[in-house]
């Protein structure tokens, strides 16, 4: 029998490692053979643990000595707390909210937990307009676990209804989509669905890149302009008790719409309480036979292409008769005009001979250059396609000279004055704030000395022509009146008519276009009966311009270099009529 | 000896675990700060949401020109009261020097840039 080696329980002596064995076992075979195995067990043991003790340590050792010095970065991944609203707020180009989501409450009932139905829909029925008692009593008796109360309630509200104290009825944190501007710029905001889903303007257009981002979407409109605009065409549209009206700015060199505006207009938050016609955008959506206001693209087409210079002029005593129409002047001169009178004093016979001069073709390729003949690039989905004739006849080209038989939205017209107006160049407009370096170069349509000929034959519309009204003090406007009869029942009515003015500013180094539209303006005594472009919507611009150019940093010029050139003009146009006269006798 | 060693190693075992008891009790508690932080950032930024929503329709041009119209007597600026800093009349002072003048002329020179209705010269 082994012995096993006798220690004292708490002799710590015992454990030392090189403690020599005070007696000598003998064991002999089987159970030498078994403590054997057991001893190598253990030091087999004790060699993995070792082992792994060492791996330890070096993993230690790495991890401190060469592993990153500094410590965890743990915060990394906390991330940086941002309301969530679920769709993007839209602000102006200055940052002023337009569009924002606001949390809201809404409050239902589970009429499974509503013990007494009756009781409960006589407390609700006095704070739910729109319900009485025995329709709530119904709605709370239903076997269904939800029925809506109401949706949005206000904070006060909230607060009455929980006071009432009625099990069963509960709040609902929803987010709803609010419009602080109110109806200031709801055609080009537009509105979203009580499910913050777009359903008009921006809202709809761009509803993806809307719910994708909290970041806000940047418009290209100021608001103040926009409440200037939107300010003077209502007074203007009052005065003449015009059915409608729209006007815009934009940014001569960016192509950006500053202010859009189409009236009658609607409250954002309540789309289904306004009419058709209200949410109606006349900007975009409407195309309308513009008018003199087209003599603009032909006088630059006959001038830039090189079949008239401006010392060329036509008889305009006789109306044209082509067919079975006759082209009239408004207010006929009866005699030889040159090519800026027949501008300013906007003769339509003069203008028909002009581009009869060019002829169809190139009529056709130089509006369709302007982009008046395909659907303008805007971010909007309302929006008109121009309508021009096809077959493109003879006749097409005389009435299209002095913009009838051609059908444009406003946003075309725009964009075609600010190419002809600022050089030349072409830009997609656009309802996005464009930064400074990320202007897009544009197409050339016209050279800038065509440019510069038509700034100061517009110019000259202002100070001596039919756009007298529209003459802002020291900004220099230019531009051009447009008188347009509507169709009604496939004949011209003369007693329904839109009236137009199509305008930049400042003329010498044009910023800004502005278009202001009335809709069947009627006349009154102060314009002695008439209704036109120079009386009803020319005094708009004058305002507007009056209004906006301190804004907008236009700085007001009465040293008038412009003057000189203008005079420059003038005077060739006056020795010009002399001579003729001279040789007309 | 060993003893000593055995023990040092026990008491450093023991100072590690009470340091790290410590400190995973110190993060955990920071952890809680930082929710509750958050919770409050998230609050706040909420409420500014509603703010400035609050801000901007008080801040409507309608609401404001109604107002100024009402409580106040201003106007847009018209075009003829802007002018640039080179369109600015001299000081008389700085004209006399600007024209050369001799201290006897000066007297003259005052008062005629007074009596001047609107000196717009140019020097």
């Known amino acids: 029998m082994t012995r096993k080696p006798k220690r004292q329980p708490h002799d710590w002596s015992q454990l030392d490692l090189q403690i020599k064995p005070r007696e000598v076992l003998r064991v002999e075979g089987n159970q030498r053979q078994a403590l054997e195995t057991g001893r190598n067990r253990l030091v087999f043991t004790g060699m993995i643990f070792a082992l792994a003790f060492c791996v330890i340590g070096f993993r230690v050792g790495d991890l401190a000595l060469w592993q990153e010095g500094h410590e965890p970065p743990l915060a990394r991944d906390q991330g940086e707390v941002r309301l969530e609203t679920g769709r993007a707020d839209i602000v102006d180009r200055n940052g002023v909210l337009l569009a924002t989501t606001l949390p809201a409450v809404s409050l239902y009932a589970n009429p499974r937990h509503i013990g007494d139905p009756i009781e409960a829909a006589t407390k609700l029925a006095p704070l739910l307009e729109g319900m009485d008692e025995a329709e709530l009593t119904a709605k709370l008796s239903s076997k269904r676990q939800f029925v809506w109360l109401k949706r949005s309630i206000s904070p006060r509200e909230q607060y009455s209804f929980n006071r009432l104290g009625i099990p069963g009825i509960y709040f609902q944190q929803e987010q709803r989509r609010v419009y602080p501007q109110g109806d200031l710029a709801a055609h080009v905001v537009g509105f979203a669905g009580i499910d913050n889903v777009g359903f008009a303007g921006i809202e709809r257009s761009l509803d993806d890149a809307l719910r994708g981002t909290s970041e806000p979407l940047k418009l290209s409109l100021d608001i103040r302009v926009q409440h200037i605009l939107s300010e003077e065409l209502a007074s203007a549209m009052e005065t003449f008790k015009g059915i409608g009206a729209a006007g815009l700015v934009m940014d001569a060199n960016s192509g950006e719409i500053i202010a859009m505006t189409s009236l009658p207009t609607f409250d954002p938050a309540e789309p289904g309480k306004a009419s058709k016609d209200a949410r109606f955008n006349r900007t975009t959506l409407g195309v309308y036979e513009m008018g003199s206001v087209f003599k603009i693209f032909t006088t630059a087409m006959v001038l830039d292409r090189g079949y008239l210079t401006l010392r060329d002029g036509f008889d305009t005593s006789d109306p044209i008769r082509i067919s079975r129409f006759t082209i009239r002047d408004y207010k006929p001169k009866k005699r030889w005009l040159s090519v800026p009178e027949i501008f300013i004093y906007s003769s339509n016979i003069g203008t028909v001979h002009m581009a009869m001069r060019a002829g169809t073709e190139v009529q056709k390729d130089f509006l369709g250059d302007l982009g008046l003949l395909s659907r303008s690039p805007l971010e909007l989905d309302e929006m008109g396609k121009p309508i021009a004739p096809s077959p493109w006849r003879e006749i097409n080209t005389m009435t299209i000279s002095y913009g009838h038989g051609i059908a444009v939205n406003s946003v075309q017209l725009a964009g075609a004055m600010a190419a002809i107006v600022n050089g030349g160049h072409l830009v997609p407009a656009t309802l996005l704030k464009r930064e400074e370096g990320d202007l897009p170069m544009g197409r050339k349509v016209i050279s800038p000395e065509t440019s510069e000929t038509m700034r100061r034959l517009m110019r000259l519309v202002v100070t001596h022509g039919t756009g007298r009204k529209a003459n802002a003090a020291g900004y220099l406007v230019g531009g051009k009146t447009g008188t347009a009869d509507k169709l009604r029942g496939g004949r011209y009515d003369r007693n329904s008519r839109i009236a137009s003015f199509l305008a930049a500013f400042p003329m010498d180094n044009p910023r800004y276009v502005i278009f202001a539209m009335i809709d069947e303006p009627k006349g009154n005594e102060a314009t002695h009966g008439y209704a036109t472009g120079g009386w009803v919507a020319a005094p708009v611009v004058q305002k507007v311009v009056e209004r906006i150019g301190p804004l907008l940093g236009v700085r007001p010029q009465f040293d008038d270099l412009a003057m000189e050139l203008e005079n420059e003009v003038l005077l060739e146009v006056s020795t010009k009529k002399e001579s003729q006269k001279v040789a007309a006798n | 000896m060993t003893r000593l060693v055995l023990l040092a190693w026990i008491l450093a075992g023991g100072a590690v675990a009470g340091f790290v008891f410590q400190m995973s009790n110190e993060v955990a508690d920071l952890e809680k ?39 106040l007597s201003l106007a847009p600026v018209p075009a003829e009261r802007v002018i640039g800093i080179s369109d600015l009349p001299l000081r008389p002072s700085e004209r006399i020097s600007a024209q050369g003048a001799t201290l006897e002329g000066f007297e003259i020179t005052k008062t005629q840039a007074i009596t001047e209705p609107q000196g717009k010269l140019k020097p």
């Open chain 2, 33 to 71: 700060e930082l929710t509750a932080v958050e919770r409050d950032i998230l609050g706040q930024q909420r409420a500014l949401h509603v703010l400035q929503a609050e801000w901007s329709y008080l801040n409507r041009p309608t609401r404001l020109s109604e107002l100024s119209r009402k409580h």
